[in-house]
């Protein structure tokens, strides 16, 4: 199976924003529910966001009004447009491909106070 490649994480400011991006194969992209996660220090990895084939999307409390979830078919990619970054969303973020249950290596984010 082909594993979701992640990009766009880095250091920034407490207040500012990033975008992450995920791509893999258009033939699986096109069938699945697309999904961010993230896994603090010490923490177990939980749900960000998650897209479905039809635009549904669905957000974690900690995130709603600040992040938000896209995907475009034609380039099998998934965004995530994260605003307002807090430090507590200073994490790993990965890419998971719900219908093969494959997952990136993920992209760090770090939020300075």
């Known amino acids: 199976q082909v594993q979701p490649v992640e990009s766009g994480g880095g250091l920034v400011q407490a207040g500012g924003s990033l975008r992450l991006s995920c791509t893999t194969s258009?033939?699986?992209?096109?069938?699945?529910?697309m999904g961010w996660y993230r896994q603090a220090p010490g923490k177990q990895r939980e749900s960000v966001a998650t897209?479905?084939?039809?635009?549904?999307?669905n957000y974690a409390d900690s995130v709603k009004g600040r992040f938000t979830i896209s995907r475009d078919n034609a380039k099998n990619t998934v965004y995530l447009q994260m605003n307002s970054l807090k430090p507590e969303d200073t994490a790993v973020y990965f890419c998971?491909?719900?219908?093969?249950?494959?997952w990136g290596k993920g992209t760090l984010v770090t939020v300075s106070s």
């Open positions: 258009g033939s699986i992209f096109r069938l699945s529910t």
């Open positions: 897209i479905t084939i039809g635009g549904l999307t």
């Open positions: 998971n491909v719900a219908i093969t249950r494959s």
